[in-house]
């Protein structure tokens, strides 16, 4: 069974830094297309940042770009974002997302429907 494993989730005030990461279990899952959503409270789940499944493309929502990097190391299976000047806004549950297809295409990494797996979720709470 695939998991997907969230950390790096927290506290931290208007400004600050946080960086999340993802692990995909089992290793023999492979490297896949990648991605970070998040949910705020009554809304929508929102499209963050995708990398491909080799690394060598990416794709960010507009709220991020210029903020947020998307990264990744397939040696360890992990995924991260790095996410500098957090905002109050930037606050909700995170999730990742896998993708078993090799396809990749920006507009077409932001629907959530595209994603076959994903995490728990981790709590970014930015404070004012």
């Known amino acids: 069974q695939v998991q997907l494993i969230e950390s790096g989730g927290g506290l931290v005030q208007t400004g600050g830094s946080l960086r999340l990461s993802c692990t995909v279990a089992?290793?023999?899952?492979?490297?896949?297309?990648m991605a970070w959503f998040r949910q705020a409270p009554g809304k929508e789940r929102e499209f963050v940042a995708a990398?491909?499944?080799?690394?060598?493309?990416?794709h960010y929502g507009d709220s991020v770009k210029g903020r947020f990097t998307i990264s990744r190391d397939n040696s360890e299976n992990t995924v991260y974002l790095q996410m500098n000047s957090l905002k109050p806004e930037d606050t909700a549950v995170y999730y990742c997302?896998?993708?078993?297809?090799?396809?990749?295409?920006?507009?077409?990494?932001?629907?959530?429907?595209?994603?076959?797996?994903w995490g728990q979720g981790t709590q970014v709470t930015v404070s004012s």
């Open positions: 089992p290793r023999t899952f492979g490297s896949v297309n």
């Open positions: 997302g896998a993708d078993q297809t090799f396809a990749f295409s920006g507009s077409a990494m932001t629907a959530a429907a595209k994603y076959d797996y």
């Open positions: 990398i491909s499944y080799s690394g060598r493309s990416t």
